[in-house]
C-alpha cells in the first residue's frame, strides 16, 4: 500500500466519481467555538464514499475477471458502491444479504443493476454461499475494507482533502473519519502521510464499538463485545482489518469515541448549518469534531454516507434541531 | 449588464462564495425516466445564492460608501447573504426585519454579525423607516434583486453551471431556475446566453404566484394577487424586477408553474437521492424538472437554498419519503 496506489486508483475514477466539496458554516463555527470543516461524502454518487472503493477495485481487474463478475457481503453502502462500479463496467454483479433486510436496501441494490441473493442470518451460512456462488461463477470477491484497492480507493478522499484543506490555508488538524473495518481511514491516512503531512487522521466510533479506538492503544486487533447496538449501523464491524490496524497503528490515532445522541445532534446541526443529510454513522466524525475535548481551533470531518431512512431522520431532527 | 459584469463578480467572489457542486443520482434519473442535473446553491456558504448577490452588491462598493455601510430589506435569504457579506467587508449592515419575523432568523442575522432593526408590519412603514435609516447614516441600500451588480452576482452560478454542464456533456437542456424577482434567472439568462448558449432558462414558481410566467407570457410586469398563501415563501415576490423582466423576455421562458406538494416532494427526492436539504422556495425548480411534461432527457436545475425549519421538512419527509 502506498500514495502510487491511490494515485492509480484516483486516475481510474476520474469523471466517475464525484469530488465531494469540503463545506463549512459560519454559524456553526461560531456556535462551536472553532472552525470545523466537512468532507461530505454523502454528496458522493451513491450517497457514500464506498463509490470510491467499490470503483477502484473492479477498474483494477483485469479484464477476464471482470467479464465473470464480482460478489460482496453486504446489505448497505458498500453493496451500493460495488453494484454501481459493477454496473458501469459491464461486469456482472452478486450481492449477497440477509433476507431480512431493509425491502429499501435490496430494491435500491437491484435498481443499480446488481443481482441480489437473500439468505437466511439464523439458518444459513453467508460466507459458504458466497464462496459456492463465487467458485461456481468465476466471481471475484470484493472485501468492504480489507483489500488494497479499496483502501486505495478511499483513499482518494484524502488525496481530495489535502488540495482542498491548503485552499483554506489549513496546514495543520485533527481530521476525525467515521471508522467501520477501517478502510477509508487507512487510506485517507496514507495520502495525507504523502500530500498534507499536518493532517492527522482520528477515527470516529461510537462508544461500545471502539475496537478500532482500543486496538490502537493496545497495538493488537480489538473485538466488540457485541454485534450490534448503536444507531450507527453503518460503522459496527467486529474488529479492525488486518491490512488496516499497521497502517493505522503508524499514521492514526489517538481514536475518539462519541454517544449515538451525539451523533443524532450531528446530523441535527448538518441540516440546520450546512445543509446535507447525514447518517447516524456518517455523522460520528463530525460529532467528534463538535463535541470532542481539547481540540484546537480547526478540525476537519469527513462525513461518511447520507443514506438514512426518514423516520430515524427526522427523529433526530425532533430531537436536537 | 453584460457578461463581463458578471465575470467581474465573479473575480471579486473567488475564495469567498463557494463554487457549489452540480449533483446527479443514478437511481433519481431512473426513476424519473430522465437525467438530472441539480446545481446546489443549498451548499452557498449562507445556506443559498444570496450569498453571491449580496457579495457582489458589497464588494463593488466605493471604499467610501463601504465604511458607511450598508442596510437591506429582508426577513430570510437576502439578509443572510448581505450580512455575511458586509461582515466580511468590515462594512456596517443594518437589516430592516418585521417584529413578527421567527426568532430563529432574527437571531441568525445578528449572529452574520448585522445590526438589527425591527419594525411593525401593521403599523409601520417599512421605506420610510429604511429611507430615514439609510439618510442619516449614509447607507446604501441593497435591493434583493433589481440591482446590476447583484444580478450579476448571481449570474456567476450561470458561468459556472456552463462549465460543469459541459464536463458532464450537456450543451443542451432547459435549466430550471425557482424564481422571485428574476434575480438570479436573470444573472444565469445572462451568462448562458454568453456561455452556454444551449442551455436555456426556464422560471420556476408557485402555482397562484406565477407572476413572472404570466409576465413573459405577455411581455409586461404582472402581479400576483395575493402577497402570501404558498408553502414556498423564498419566492412569493409580487411582480418581476423592472430590471429582470427584460433580459429575461429575451432570453427565457416559458416559466413553470409547480404545486406546493410538488415542491415538498421534490425536497423529499432530494433527501433520499441527492442527501441535500432544500427550503421549498429552493426546491420549486427541482419540482419543475421532476414533474413537469414533454420534457427531454437531460434537465438542468437550480437548487436555490436550504434554509427550512425543521418541523417543515420532518412534514415533507413524512408525506412524500
Redesign the interface.
Known amino acids: 500500500m502506498n500514495i502510487d496506489m491511490i494515485e492509480a486508483a484516483a486516475r481510474r475514477m476520474s469523471g466517475h466519481v ?1 469530488r ?2 469540503l ?5 456553526l463555527d ?1 456556535a462551536i467555538g472553532r472552525r470545523i470543516f466537512v468532507k ?1 461524502e ?2 458522493q ?3 457514500s464514499f464506498k463509490a470510491r472503493g467499490g470503483w477502484s477495485a473492479v477498474s483494477a481487474l483485469a479484464p477476464e475477471a471482470r467479464a465473470r463478475g464480482v460478489i460482496a457481503y453486504s446489505s448497505g453502502n458498500h453493496a451500493q458502491g460495488v453494484a ?1 462500479a459493477a454496473a458501469r463496467h459491464g461486469a456482472p454483479c452478486v450481492i449477497l444479504m440477509p433476507s431480512d433486510a431493509p425491502q429499501v436496501k435490496i430494491a ?1 441494490t437491484r ?2 443493476g446488481a443481482e441480489v441473493v437473500l439468505y437466511d442470518r439464523s439458518t444459513e451460512d453467508r460466507d459458504a454461499i458466497g464462496a459456492r456462488i463465487a467458485a461456481d461463477r468465476g466471481l471475484t470477491l470484493i472485501k468492504p475494507y480489507d483489500d488494497p484497492q479499496v483502501i486505495a480507493g478511499q483513499g482518494t478522499v484524502g488525496l481530495e482533502l489535502a488540495e482542498q484543506a491548503a485552499e483554506v490555508g489549513v496546514a495543520e488538524a485533527p481530521v476525525f473519519v467515521c471508522c467501520g473495518g477501517g478502510g477509508l481511514s487507512s487510506g485517507i491516512a496514507l495520502a495525507l502521510e504523502a500530500r498534507a503531512p499536518g493532517l492527522r487522521v482520528h477515527t470516529a466510533e461510537p462508544l461500545g464499538f471502539e475496537d478500532m479506538a482500543r486496538s490502537l492503544a493496545s497495538g493488537r486487533r480489538e473485538r466488540n463485545p457485541a454485534p450490534s447496538g448503536s444507531i450507527c449501523d453503518a460503522i459496527l464491524t467486529p474488529s479492525p482489518g488486518e491490512l488496516t490496524l499497521p497502517i493505522l497503528s503508524r499514521l492514526a490515532g489517538p481514536g475518539a469515541v462519541i454517544s449515538d445522541d451525539q451523533a443524532l445532534q450531528a446530523m ?1 446541526l448538518a ?8 447518517e447516524p454513522g456518517g455523522a460520528a466524525a463530525l460529532a467528534a469534531a463538535l463535541f470532542g475535548d481539547d481540540l484546537p481551533g480547526t478540525v476537519i470531518a469527513v462525513a461518511t454516507g ?2 438514512v431512512d ?1 423516520a430515524t ?2 427523529a433526530a ?2 430531537r436536537f ?1
Chains 1, 2 share one sequence.
Open positions: 464525484r465531494t466539496p463545506l463549512n458554516a459560519p454559524l461560531r461530505a454523502c454528496l454518487i451513491t450517497g454501481h435500491n435498481a443499480y441535527a441540516f440546520t448549518h450546512l445543509r446535507i443529510v447525514l447520507g443514506n426518514p431522520f427526522a431532527l425532533d434541531a
